[in-house]
C-alpha cells in the first residue's frame, strides 16, 4: 500500500500540467453565459467548468439567489425546499439523505455514506448536513447518482457540493440579522474583494444563531429541540506566475443541540463541528492546452454526544433501568491532496487525469454512568471502532466533441487501492488488530447530443463503490438504547449500477430537464437482528440488491418575460421525483417483512414555487411534498395498537408544508442596499415529520413507559420570522 502511494505521488508530480478547477471555488476562470440560468456553467460532474447542457448526467443546481431568498435555518431545510432527495431530519444536529436509493448512515458519518458531500470539490468530512449552514455557501450543485471515477468511495447515490464564498465571487459587503418564533436570533456578516492591480483577492464571513425548542403543529412544545450555530469563513487569493494560489479556513458547527432521537429523550445534547484547510493551485499554459489544478487540504469533523438514557427497553421488551451519562466523542481527521493535469490532445479532444491521495484516522471515547439499580458498572466500547485508511485513487476520462459540437461522447476510468486498519478501540480489549485492504475499479460512459437550438438528449451509465469501514467489519458497542450491534469480517463492499437517459429544453426565458434512470446497489451493508438473541444486531450485506427506478422532473421559468409582461417580475419552479420501482430484493428472505419495498427513501416528492414582485418588493410561495416512505421505525410503539410486530415496516403517507415569504425595499431605487423581509414557514401549522411514526399528538402511537421525556416526534409547527439584509 505504501509502495502504491509513493509511486501515485511520483506520477502526479511527473505528470503536473493539469485542468483548472477554479470553477470548484467559483474563481475568475468561470463566467456564465448571458443565458446562466438556462444552460450555465457547471463544475461537480467531471471537476472541471462545462455546460450543463454538454453533460451526460443530471446536475441540480441552487445558485445565490435561491439561497439568498431562503430562510432556512440549515442546509437540510434548504435541500428539502428543492426537492434534492429524501431528508430524515433526526433532530437538529442529525440529518440522513438518499438519492437515488444511496443513503448516509443514520449518525451522519461520511466513512459510512453512499452519498458524498463535498466543499468546494473535495470530501467534506461528514454527510451529516445539520451541522453545516447555508450561510457562506455561494452555490450547491447535486449530481444524481454515481460518480465514483472523479470522487471515489461513498458517491454511489449522488455527490453534493457545496461551493463556498470567496473575493471572487461574493465582491462587497452583506450583513444580516433576523428573529423569530422560539426566541430564534440569527445574524451573518461578511465582505469580499481585490486589491486592485495587485493580483489579490479576499473574503471573511462569521455567522452565528440560536434557537429554543419549538412547537409541533397543533401541539405542544418538542422539548430537546433547541440548538446554537457558530460559524467563520476566511479566504484568500493571490495570482502567480504558476496561476492563482488559493487559502481557505473555515468551521462550522451545532452547540448544545437537543437530542431526541428514536426514543423521544428530551435531556439529551450534541456538539457537531466541522472545520477545514485548504490550499489551492490553478492554472494553465497561456493557450489553454495544458492545465493544471492542485489541492492540499486538512478537515477535522468531531461530534461530541451528551446523552443519557434513564429507561431503556430491556431483553424482554419491558422497561428497564438506564443510564444517567452517556458520553461518545468521536473524531475524524483527513489530509488529503488532489492533483489533476488536462490537456487538449487534438481538435475537441480534452484528456483528464487525476491523483487523489488520503489519510484519515477516527478516534473515539466513551464513557457511561448507570443510574441506581441499574447494574451498569462497567464501560462499553465507542459507537465507532477506531480505524486508519489509507487511499490512492488515479483516474482518466477522455471526452471529445463531434458535429461542429453538437455530439460530445465521453468516458472515464478509475482505479481506487485502500487500506483499512482496524485500531485498538476503548474498552474493547478483545479486539482483534488487522487490517483490510480492497481494490475497485469504476467507470462511466456518456454522451450529450444537441438536436436543435436549447434541444440536449442525453443517456449514461455509470458505477460507483464503498469499502467496508472498521466499524463494519469489526464492531462490538451497546447503542444508546441498550441493544448491541457485532461487526462482520466478511463484508464485502458495496456496488452500484445505474443507467439514465434524459433531455433537457431550454428557450429564452425558461428550461425543463427530465431523467428516467435505474439504479442499483449490490451488497449493501446493513445490519440485521441476531436470531433468537434480544436486542442483538450483526453487519451483514444484504442477500439481495436494492433496486430504484425513477422519473426526476426541474423546471425553472421566468414567467414575465416568457408572457412579455413589463415592469414585474414573475419566475416558478418546480422540482420533482418518481421512484416508481424502489425493491429490496433482499428483504423476501425475511421470514416477518411484510413489504419489499426499499426503506427511508421518497416514492414521490415535489417542490413548486412562485415569485411575484416589482424591483422594491416581492412575493413568494413555496410548496414541499414529502411524500410517502417506508421504514422499520426504531421508536418503541404499542403493539398491537400501533404496529404488529417490532420488525413492522411503516407506510408513512404524502403530506404539503407550504411557506409563504416576501421582501420590500423601503429606500428608493437608487439606494438598494437596505431590505427587509419576512417569512410564515408552516403556514398552516402541519403536524408531521419526514420520518417519524409516532409524532406529538392524541392517540400518542408511542410506549410511553420508554420515551424519556418526550411523547412523540414532529417538525417544526407555524413559524414568523423577520429580519433585515444591508449590501454595500
Not at 538 to 562: C, H, K, S, T, W
Amino acid at each position: 500500500m505504501r509502495q502504491l502511494l509513493l509511486a501515485g505521488s511520483a506520477l502526479a508530480v511527473l505528470g503536473l500540467p493539469a485542468t483548472s478547477l477554479r470553477a470548484q471555488g467559483t474563481g475568475p476562470e468561470v463566467r456564465l453565459p448571458a443565458t446562466a440560468s438556462l444552460d450555465e456553467v457547471v463544475v461537480t460532474a467531471t471537476r472541471r467548468p462545462e455546460p450543463r447542457s454538454a453533460l451526460a448526467g443530471t446536475v441540480q443546481v441552487i445558485d445565490e439567489a435561491t439561497i439568498r431568498a431562503s430562510t432556512a435555518q440549515n442546509l437540510t431545510d434548504l435541500l428539502a425546499e428543492n426537492a434534492v432527495g429524501f431528508f430524515s431530519e433526526w433532530t437538529p444536529a442529525q440529518t440522513s439523505i438518499n438519492i437515488r436509493g444511496g443513503a448516509t448512515d443514520g449518525q451522519g458519518r461520511d466513512f459510512r455514506s453512499q452519498v458524498l458531500v463535498l466543499v468546494n470539490g473535495r470530501r467534506a468530512g461528514t454527510a451529516n448536513l445539520s451541522k453545516l449552514s447555508p450561510s457562506e455557501v455561494a452555490r450547491i450543485e447535486v449530481i444524481r447518482g454515481p460518480a465514483s471515477v472523479v470522487y471515489g468511495s461513498q458517491a454511489l447515490g449522488g455527490v453534493i457540493n457545496l461551493i463556498l464564498r470567496d473575493g471572487v465571487n461574493s465582491p462587497g459587503g452583506r450583513a444580516e440579522i433576523r428573529g423569530g418564533s422560539w426566541g430564534l436570533v440569527e445574524g451573518r456578516a461578511g465582505y469580499g474583494g481585490a486589491l486592485e492591480g495587485a493580483g489579490v483577492d479576499y473574503y471573511l464571513g462569521f455567522a452565528g444563531g440560536r434557537r429554543d425548542s419549538y412547537r409541533a403543529g397543533g401541539g405542544g412544545e418538542q422539548a430537546g429541540t433547541q440548538w446554537n450555530r457558530l460559524g467563520a469563513l476566511g479566504a484568500l487569493g493571490v495570482q502567480t506566475g504558476l496561476g492563482r494560489v488559493g487559502v481557505t479556513l473555515r468551521t462550522d458547527g451545532t452547540y448544545d443541540a437537543g437530542f431526541r432521537g428514536s426514543s423521544w429523550n428530551t435531556t439529551n445534547r450534541d456538539d457537531r463541528t466541522n472545520a477545514s484547510a485548504d490550499v489551492t493551485l490553478d492554472g494553465g499554459t497561456e493557450d489553454g492546452r495544458y492545465r493544471w489544478f492542485g489541492q492540499f487540504y486538512a478537515v477535522r469533523d468531531v461530534d461530541h454526544f451528551r446523552w443519557r438514557s434513564p429507561i431503556q427497553r430491556g431483553g424482554t421488551g419491558l422497561p428497564v433501568i438506564g443510564t444517567d451519562a452517556d458520553r461518545n466523542h468521536r473524531t475524524l481527521d483527513i489530509l488529503g491532496l488532489r492533483l489533476q493535469p488536462s490537456m487538449r490532445l487534438w481538435q475537441g479532444a480534452e484528456l483528464v487525469t487525476g491523483l487523489d491521495l488520503e489519510h484519515s484516522t477516527l478516534r473515539s471515547t466513551r464513557w457511561r454512568v448507570g443510574l441506581p439499580g441499574s447494574g451498569i458498572t462497567t464501560q462499553v466500547p465507542p459507537y465507532d471502532n477506531d480505524q486508519t485508511e489509507r487511499t490512492l485513487g488515479l483516474f482518466a476520462e477522455l471526452s471529445q466533441r463531434l458535429w461542429d459540437d453538437r455530439l460530445t461522447l465521453r468516458g472515464g476510468v478509475r482505479r481506487t487501492w485502500g487500506e483499512t486498519q482496524v485500531d485498538a478501540t476503548p474498552n474493547l480489549p478483545a479486539l482483534r488488530l488487522r487490517s483490510a485492504d480492497y481494490e475497485a475499479t469504476t467507470w462511466s460512459a456518456g454522451a450529450s447530443l444537441r438536436v436543435a437550438e436549447g434541444a440536449v438528449l442525453r443517456a449514461n451509465a455509470a458505477t460507483g463503490f464503498r469499502a467496508p469501514t472498521a466499524t463494519d467489519l469489526a464492531a462490538d458497542f451497546t447503542a444508546l438504547g441498550g441493544g448491541r450491534v457485532f461487526g462482520n469480517p466478511n463484508l464485502r463492499p458495496e456496488t452500484s449500477t445505474q443507467y439514465e437517459v434524459g433531455a433537457a429544453l431550454f428557450r429564452p426565458g425558461w428550461r425543463a430537464d427530465v431523467a428516467l434512470f435505474q439504479n442499483t446497489i449490490h451488497d449493501r451493508i446493513t445490519t440485521r437482528a441476531r436470531a433468537g438473541v434480544a436486542n442483538t444486531s450483526d453487519y451483514v450485506n444484504n442477500p439481495g440488491d436494492i433496486l430504484v427506478r425513477g422519473l426526476e422532473v426541474q423546471f425553472q421559468a421566468d414567467m414575465a418575460r416568457a408572457f412579455g409582461v413589463q415592469g414585474w417580475r414573475w419566475t416558478a419552479f418546480a422540482n420533482a421525483s418518481w421512484n416508481f420501482d424502489m425493491i429490496d430484493e433482499g428483504a423476501r428472505l425475511g421470514p416477518t417483512v411484510n413489504t419489499r419495498t426499499a426503506q427511508r427513501m421518497y416514492r414521490y416528492q415535489a417542490a413548486i414555487g412562485t415569485t411575484v414582485g416589482q424591483a422594491r418588493w416581492d412575493v413568494s410561495v413555496l410548496g414541499i411534498l414529502r411524500g410517502p416512505v417506508h421504514y422499520d421505525t426504531e421508536e418503541n410503539l404499542l403493539i398491537p395498537a400501533a404496529e404488529p410486530f417490532r420488525e413492522y415496516i411503516h407506510r408513512k403517507g404524502p403530506f404539503w408544508v407550504w411557506n409563504l415569504r416576501g421582501s420590500f425595499q423601503p429606500l428608493p431605487e437608487q439606494a438598494p442596499g437596505l431590505r427587509i423581509f419576512g417569512a410564515i414557514n408552516n403556514l398552516f401549522d402541519v403536524n408531521n415529520h419526514a420520518l417519524f411514526i409516532a409524532t406529538a399528538g392524541q392517540p400518542f402511537l408511542g410506549d410511553a413507559r420508554l420515551s424519556n421525556g418526550g411523547l412523540g416526534n414532529s417538525m417544526p409547527g407555524r413559524e414568523f420570522t423577520a429580519g433585515m439584509r444591508v449590501t454595500f
